[in-house]
């Protein structure tokens, strides 16, 4: 008889819970239970060392073992190798956010396992296992929220900053081979193309922020400039001419990645005198 967990793929639980319903280890990448013949998989940024990627619909997953050359007959990385003869489910979770294990759904290897560099925990280059899995049993894969997915990047960064040259070097060399590449959830939002077009218009080619022309020139002659909410329509900011500026793309990016206090004001100011003066004009 299959064990029967009861998730449903994208549904996230706690590690409390993980550890219950799979009565498997409370700890690691790679946990087996023998009692309900399953091996469960967690892909976790926050703790692993190792850089785990979605190619198309195959997940390539590094093996365990942090210090040296990984061994494919090693505990878990046999167990997973020989999956596809020896009866064990495996159900694979990734971690996006810390404390938070989301089901991805039963995997089964899509190819055979590879090697490949990475560095392990000291910083020295080993050979580590690979394992190409892909999901059965399910239309797609799960579409995670793109915001979530930049977040993890946004981490990884962080991250990159704090190492020294000798270590980036090497991370930069040996991590990632193949461009990882997962379908995600985004949100588009369809604007009011007269206040789009007003708020450009109105900046007359000098960018709302900064002040100084716009960079260059779009195909058409126009100056370039990028409208911008001064209230992002992510946190539900109004799609009108007084939440409206044209900024270059310089200042567009700054916004979205500072969000200053005094620039919003600023913004805010031109704005609403802009608006000021097209009131008058009608």
């Known amino acids: 008889m299959k064990f029967d967990h009861g998730l449903k793929p994208g549904q996230a639980i706690t590690n409390n819970e993980l550890q219950s319903k799979f009565k498997c280890a409370p700890r690691g990448g790679m946990r087996r239970s023998l009692t309900n013949n399953t091996l469960v998989i967690i892909s976790d940024p926050f703790r692993a060392i190792y850089e785990d990627r979605w ?119 040996y991590f990632n081979k ?33 002040e100084k022309p716009a960079p260059f020139k779009g195909k058409r002659g126009d100056p370039f400039l990028e409208t911008h909410h001064i209230e992002w329509l992510s946190n539900r900011g109004e799609d009108i001419i007084e939440n409206t500026v044209a900024l270059c793309p310089n200042c567009h990016r700054k916004m979205h990645s500072l969000n200053i206090n005094v620039d919003i004001e600023k913004l805010k100011t031109k704005a609403g005198t802009e608006e000021h003066k097209i009131a008058e004009s009608y």
Not at 199 to 204: F, H, I, L, N, T
């Open 55 to 173: 190619i198309g619909d195959v997940f390539h997953y590094t093996g365990m073992g942090m210090s040296g050359d990984q061994i494919i007959s090693f505990q878990q990385n046999k167990t997973l190798a020989e999956s596809a003869t020896n009866g064990v489910d495996v159900h694979l979770f990734e971690v996006f956010e810390e404390g938070l294990y989301t089901f991805i759904g039963k995997v089964k290897l899509a190819d055979d396992p590879y090697q490949e560099d990475q560095p392990d925990v000291q910083g020295r280059i080993r050979k580590v296992w690979v394992f190409p899995l892909k999901v059965v049993e399910q239309d797609e894969i799960v579409k995670i929220p793109e915001s979530i997915i930049l977040k993890k990047q946004e981490k990884k960064e962080r991250e990159a900053k704090k190492l020294s040259d000798d270590e980036l070097k090497k991370r930069a060399k």
């Open 178 to 210: 193949g461009v990882g590449v997962r379908q995600v959830i985004t949100i588009s939002y369809e604007r009011n193309p007269y206040v789009t077009e007003l708020a450009k218009r109105r900046a007359k080619g000098i960018c709302h922020l900064c």
